[in-house]
């Protein structure tokens, strides 16, 4: 699994996490790698961070720790089943039809970590600031239907 942030102006730092992902995890990935990258990109903390609705980002002691950095960035309020605002699906999606047309195929851990940290810092600026740009009628067309698909 793959943990990766990005902004208009900038990619955040990409985490290859080798084992489930728990409340505990996603909470060292959280204080380590996005509290200093939300700090660096929104130093006046207007930053707002997007997340799913996966059981860690629910956690108590996440939402705990969101709760006592709120005045450094804001938590966006997510639908409970609306999976077509994220555009970091198509950040992971690219990634996977990179790493597959590569060959050989990654041999071992150190290789894959390699090859994901390879695409993803060589990922277009272009396409993921597409995608923050797209925020808008992501979620005007979520609200049109009503939580239902989209085209995203």
Same mark, same amino acid.
């Given at each position: 699994m793959l943990w990766g942030a990005f902004s208009w102006a900038v990619?955040? +730092?990409?985490?290859?996490v080798e084992q489930t992902m728990?409340?505990?995890n996603y909470l060292?990935?959280? +204080?380590d790698q996005l509290h200093p990258y939300?700090? /660096?990109v929104f130093p006046t903390g207007n930053g707002i961070l997007q997340q799913d609705n996966a059981?860690?980002?629910k956690a108590r002691i996440v939402l705990e720790w /969101?709760?006592?950095h709120t005045d450094e960035f804001h938590l966006m309020s997510w639908p409970p089943n609306s999976p077509d605002l994220n555009p970091m699906e198509h950040i992971w999606d690219a990634t996977e039809r990179q790493l597959r047309a590569q060959t050989p195929t990654c041999p071992n851990i150190s290789t894959f970590r390699g090859r994901c940290l390879?695409?993803?810092y060589n990922l277009?600026?272009?396409m993921y600031q597409k995608l923050v740009a797209s925020m808008p009628r992501r979620v005007a067309a979520v609200l049109k239907a009503k939580g239902g698909a989209t085209r995203y």
């Open positions: 990619l955040g +730092a990409v985490v290859l728990k409340a505990a060292n990935i959280i +204080a939300m700090a /660096f059981p860690y980002h /969101f709760e006592e390879d695409i993803w277009s600026p272009v």
